[in-house]
């Protein structure tokens, strides 16, 4: 054994130990829709009828949706109920009061002139947190209790770039919290503290109070060092104020959030159940277990003893995909599955690529060592396994940092799905395949390794030679047929678009007994509702969520509940606004739109503007099309359906880039034979990638039928979406990025 095959057996062996050890002592947080959470209901609380319009909610829900993305809570819910009220769903999350404070604070941060101590503590405005009299000077007791006279805010929190809660044991400062100031404010404080520098030291109106909610947190002296008239340059400050970390990080919060446009009230909080049900997470275990097993399997039968190597491996990207996600403290939910869905989906593609390539080694090269070949396999597939990854992991890196809500988490679950699945495949993998071939039977036996053979696809390609970039334009016409069929049923047939796009109907129901959520579930699919979002909140209590409905339709759900019980009174009917706000469905877009550009670029970069192009066009004929047949379907476009597309962006993309790194190898290897036509060269790329293709697309196949078939009607949508995602992007990347990449080519000469 070599040094470096030692060196990677003990690194894998590490992974894998520390992989479990994390899984076995850090629990995975599940999302409100796999385990429950906490629901708070908020109520907006306008001063006057100028900030009681629309916009203001509105704006109202923004901001918490950025205090609740600065909480680290993954995907959580926040919609508009009614004209004033807003629904917070926070999964994972057990303290219903702790958030609420958070959420509820107004957060309005300003910066004052300290005009000197006030004779009557009892002044209007003196009580701590009590809204002081505009018409005045404000009065407010410091930290100590003394009140302050204070001049007019000079800066406010809109002047503030960053925020950050700092540690400095040296200073004495203990916990504290750094400011940012930006453009214009930079000045404004240097003129607030450079007019407290002209007042001698110990003058009470040479502080700066820092006020946050009519409290002052802090109201320091200006240094003596500090020049009267000039004031502090640089444009920062430092609020000290006997902080722990907790209640520094939840400063730094709602500085960094923003101020809410109008106060809110917290109306209602606590914990509902999840809107899945225990059956529905059962059978997606079931449906997991199943389709894992089955691949493992298929991978088994195709490549025999290495194939046995690779299910392991593919044991151990769960494992380790499990325990990064424990370590990372982050949330899983329905959406979030998806990211991994597309990783076992990479994982098993970056097995069959070296495998596939291990035997057109064995087979090129007048019988080998088992061992020399897959070598050469691992070296040959290396670029095609780092370039489709990395271009996965752009668009995971976008999705995260430009989204939010369940797009940001499936940027989370996708990126940690991602390097897993390079891990298991590139460090385990070749671990333990360097055992298996390094042993001397093996040597007399190589069939067994499951690589001494070509497989039946490739002998079956060999055997016909089809050509399949003769007639590059038929391919071409096909996929633009598939447009317009698809471009027609959005025409004609139009979106169904789910409740987190349209907003619908929240109805509460108090009932005599206990009511089984999964009953209702069910009762209500009976009646017409299969897309009812149903949960359980207390013991006698339960919630649902639809679309629109009509009187007559309100009654039927009424009725369909009722008839679970002995009896069920409504406690609550109100119209619910869209989860998926303006500002979240603005950034998704822009997220993908980047993610895309930026995709478009590397593959420029690594291959050619030319082939860069063609992929992202063969992403966008996906999008249509998978957007199509669900319109013809009349199935719901929601939030899972919008994660299940960008896991077929994915999906297409890396299968376009396995086509074009054997395109670019045979290019590099024609050299200066030019009379080569490049359809032939592309043809004989799709025709050498083609079994990794559909072993790649069977094994994908095989754990979405088993999501489809087992995953019970919760998951029903979301298996059809990738299944028929899986199949337009396997098309795509062989018979419409390929194709225009060759005529676009013969074009320009």
């Excluded at 002081?132 to 800066?155: F, I, Y």
């Excluded at 299910?311 to 329905?334: D, E, M, N, Q, R």
């Excluded at 966008?620 to 077929?648: E, M, N, Q, R, S």
Aim: aromatic share 4%; glycine share 10%.
């Amino acid at each position: 054994m070599t040094r470096a095959q030692r060196i990677r057996g003990l690194l894998a062996l590490a992974i894998v130990a520390l992989s479990l050890y994390v899984a076995m002592s850090v629990p995975v947080h599940l999302g409100l829709d796999l385990r429950g959470g906490t629901q708070i209901v908020l109520e907006t609380r306008p001063a006057d009828d100028d900030d009681a319009g629309s916009d203001t909610v509105d704006r109202t829900v923004e901001v918490l949706r950025g205090r609740v993305d600065a909480l680290g809570v993954a995907e959580p819910t926040i919609v508009r109920s009614g004209s004033d009220r807003i629904v917070v769903e926070l999964p994972g999350v057990q303290d219903p009061g702790e958030a609420a404070e958070v959420l509820g604070r107004t957060a309005r941060l300003s910066f004052h002139h300290v005009l000197g101590t006030a004779a009557d503590a009892t002044a209007p405005g003196a009580t701590a947190g009590a809204r002081p009299d505009r018409s005045r000077p404000p009065v407010l007791p410091d930290e100590s209790g003394q009140p302050l006279r204070l001049d007019a805010a000079a800066l406010t929190g809109k002047d503030v770039e960053e925020a950050a809660a700092r540690f400095d044991p040296q200073s004495g400062a203990g916990w504290h919290v750094t400011v940012e100031f930006k453009d214009a404010g930079r000045d404004r404080w240097a003129g607030l503290t450079g007019e407290a520098a002209c007042r001698p030291a110990g003058d009470p109106a040479r502080r700066v109070a820092i006020v946050l909610d009519d409290r002052i947190i802090s109201s320091p002296q200006v240094d003596p060092s500090v020049s009267c008239g000039t004031g502090i340059s640089g444009g920062s400050t430092q609020i000290n104020g006997a902080f722990d970390d907790g209640e520094a990080r939840e400063l730094a919060l709602l500085v960094n959030g923003g101020a809410l446009p109008v106060p809110v009230e917290t109306v209602e909080q606590r914990i509902v159940g999840p809107t899945l049900g225990a059956q529905a997470i059962t059978a997606s275990v079931r449906a997991a277990a199943v389709g894992s097993t089955l691949t493992a399997l298929f991978v088994i039968v195709a490549y025999r003893l290495l194939g046995a190597l690779a299910a392991v491996a593919l044991v151990c990207y769960g494992l380790i995909s499990y325990a990064a996600l424990a370590a990372l403290g982050a949330t899983l939910t329905l959406p979030g599955l998806a990211g991994f869905v597309l990783a076992i989906g990479m994982a098993v593609d970056a097995n069959v690529l070296v495998l596939e390539r291990a035997r057109e080694e064995y087979a090129a090269h007048h019988r080998p060592t088992p061992r020399s070949a897959l070598a050469a396999g691992f070296r040959g597939a290396l670029s095609a396994i780092a370039d489709s990854n990395i271009t996965t992991l752009i668009a995971a890196g976008l999705l995260f940092l430009l989204a939010s809500g369940p797009v940001r988490g499936f940027g989370v679950t996708l990126g940690i799905g991602v390097l897993a699945s390079m891990v298991s495949a590139l460090v385990i993998t070749r671990a333990l395949a360097d055992l298996a071939v390094a042993r001397p039977g093996l040597r007399r036996r190589p069939r067994l390794t499951g690589i001494a053979h070509t497989g039946a696809v490739r002998d079956r390609l060999a055997r016909r030679n089809p050509r399949l970039m003769r007639h590059p334009r038929r391919w071409l016409a096909a996929s633009a047929a598939a447009l317009v069929l698809a471009g027609a049923g959005i025409a004609l047939r139009g979106l169904d678009f789910g409740i987190e796009f349209t907003g619908g109907r929240q109805v509460e129901y108090a009932t005599a007994t206990p009511v089984d959520p999964d009953r209702a579930r069910a009762a209500l699919a009976e009646a017409g509702f299969p897309h009812a979002v149903v949960q359980t909140s207390g013991e006698n209590r339960l919630t649902v969520r639809t679309g629109r409905l009509t009187v007559a339709q309100a009654n039927a759900v009424g009725a369909a509940v009722g008839d679970l019980t002995s009896g069920a009174d409504k406690l609550r009917d109100e119209t619910i606004g869209p989860s998926l706000g303006k500002e979240l469905r603005r950034g998704a877009l822009i997220a993908l739109a980047v993610a895309l550009g930026a995709q478009l670029v590397y593959l420029a970069v690594r291959f050619r503007l030319l082939l860069g192009t063609t992929a992202v066009a063969a992403l966008a004929h996906d999008v249509v099309i998978l957007v199509g047949v669900f319109a013809w379907l009349g199935k719901p476009v929601d939030g899972v359906f919008l994660a299940a597309l960008l896991t077929v962006i994915g999906y297409s993309v890396n299968d376009s880039v396995v086509v074009f790194d054997r395109l670019r190898e045979l290019t590099r290897h024609a050299g200066k034979e030019r009379e080569t036509p490049f359809r032939d060269i592309a043809g004989r790329a799709l025709q050498q990638t083609l079994p990794r293709t559909v072993n790649t697309g069977t094994g994908a196949a095989l754990i979405l039928t088993a999501l489809a078939g087992f995953g019970g009607d919760s998951l029903t949508d979301f298996a059809l979406a990738l299944l028929i995602g899986l199949a337009v992007g396997t098309y795509s990347s062989m018979f419409t990025a390929t194709p225009l990449a060759v005529v676009l080519q013969e074009r320009r000469r």
